[in-house]
């Protein structure tokens, strides 16, 4: 079988690569559930974002203590 594991850190890149390397088209057939932190999971959603990743189809929860972020007006 296939393995789609990486190293390090997760980022928007990793995500869209390793869905490539899967054969799914990442703008269209997939929804996101991230679940990160306060630093990582508005980079992770910008990422997508930019990537052509209709912003309804990106989920977003948070661990940490809360926290108010700004996501570029979404």
Do not use: N, W
């Not at 057939?29 to 990582?40: K, L, T």
């Not at 052509?52 to 700004?70: A, S, Y």
């Amino acid at each position: 079988g296939s393995s789609y594991a990486t190293e390090g850190r997760l980022s928007s890149d990793k995500i869209i690569s390793t869905l490539q390397k899967a054969g799914i088209e990442y703008q269209e057939e997939a929804d996101y559930f991230i679940c990160a932190g306060y630093v990582s999971t508005p980079t992770i959603y910008k990422g997508l974002v930019k990537a052509g990743v209709d912003p309804q189809r990106i989920h977003l929860e948070f661990f940490g203590p809360f926290q108010t972020i700004e996501l570029d007006g979404q």
